[in-house]
């Protein structure tokens, strides 16, 4: 999934009602799963900042949070849910500006289900989104397997292309990445003119060993993104 983070420890947060919750539980969100995931990326996309609930050190299969709500879609009454898999959170202070975004959604992805709490709760919150996350692919003749993870869930590369097409700014072939020098490991793709970070995530398919022993500089410049 597009959404790569560092794990940070979860603090408490209450949450209104009138807050959405995006469920990551195959009891409402079965279908819809990795199209929920697009929906997070738009969201952010679109300035509306996310929470990520997790409940600290909770066993297998236990639920981040309980709540009751009312399905966005259909009006379907929800009571006292187990949310389980890592649901996101979008704030009863941000509904009214998610809310367009999200039935605009789903009348594209009538599978994706999104509830809005009826009274309010408590959860973890293991981390806060606020922006999209920048992705880049290794244009090494295996992205098509990266590129339909992101299809699939209806994220698109930096200038909005869906199908990640090859020549997509984003899509890095190992010349790229090595940059024009082998003394600095940060003037490839992946870094700005001052040696930046670029991306948040750079997905790699299937680059082996042997790829890596024939482009030391790519496994260089990888190791400082």
Same mark, same amino acid.
């Given at each position: 999934m597009a959404l790569a983070l560092t794990p940070v420890p979860a603090s408490a947060a209450d949450f209104a009602a009138g807050s959405l919750v995006i469920p990551m539980d195959t009891d409402y969100q079965d279908l819809g799963m990795l199209r929920a995931y697009? #929906? $997070?990326?738009? #969201? #952010?996309?679109?300035? $509306?900042? $996310?929470?990520?609930?997790?409940?600290?050190g909770k066993g297998p299969a236990e639920a981040d949070f309980t709540a009751s709500a009312t399905d966005v879609a259909s009006g379907a009454a929800i009571a006292d849910h187990g949310y389980r898999g890592g649901p996101w959170v979008i704030d009863a202070v941000d509904a009214a500006g998610a809310l367009p975004i999200i039935e605009a959604w789903q009348q594209d992805n009538p599978d994706v289900a999104v509830h809005e709490a009826s009274e309010g709760f408590s959860s973890d919150v293991a981390t806060t989104l606020v922006v999209a996350p920048t992705i880049a692919m290794m244009a090494d003749g295996n992205q098509k397997i990266a590129r339909k993870y992101m299809m699939a869930a209806g994220i698109p590369d930096s200038v909005g292309d869906y199908g990640w097409p090859d020549t997509s700014p984003d899509m890095l072939d190992p010349s790229e990445l090595s940059g024009p020098t082998e003394d600095n490991h940060r003037d490839g793709a992946l870094f700005d003119a001052e040696g930046d970070p670029v991306y948040c995530q750079f997905m790699s398919m299937h680059w082996g060993v042997k790829d890596a022993q024939q482009n030391p500089q790519v496994v260089a410049e990888m190791r400082q993104s």
């Amino acid at each position: 999934m597009a959404l790569a983070l560092t794990p940070v420890p979860a603090s408490a947060a209450d949450f209104a009602a009138g807050s959405l919750v995006i469920p990551m539980d195959t009891d409402y969100q079965d279908l819809g799963m990795l199209r929920a995931y697009g #929906l $997070v990326y738009e #969201l #952010l996309r679109q300035g $509306v900042p $996310v929470h990520w609930a997790i409940k600290a050190g909770k066993g297998p299969a236990e639920a981040d949070f309980t709540a009751s709500a009312t399905d966005v879609a259909s009006g379907a009454a929800i009571a006292d849910h187990g949310y389980r898999g890592g649901p996101w959170v979008i704030d009863a202070v941000d509904a009214a500006g998610a809310l367009p975004i999200i039935e605009a959604w789903q009348q594209d992805n009538p599978d994706v289900a999104v509830h809005e709490a009826s009274e309010g709760f408590s959860s973890d919150v293991a981390t806060t989104l606020v922006v999209a996350p920048t992705i880049a692919m290794m244009a090494d003749g295996n992205q098509k397997i990266a590129r339909k993870y992101m299809m699939a869930a209806g994220i698109p590369d930096s200038v909005g292309d869906y199908g990640w097409p090859d020549t997509s700014p984003d899509m890095l072939d190992p010349s790229e990445l090595s940059g024009p020098t082998e003394d600095n490991h940060r003037d490839g793709a992946l870094f700005d003119a001052e040696g930046d970070p670029v991306y948040c995530q750079f997905m790699s398919m299937h680059w082996g060993v042997k790829d890596a022993q024939q482009n030391p500089q790519v496994v260089a410049e990888m190791r400082q993104s």
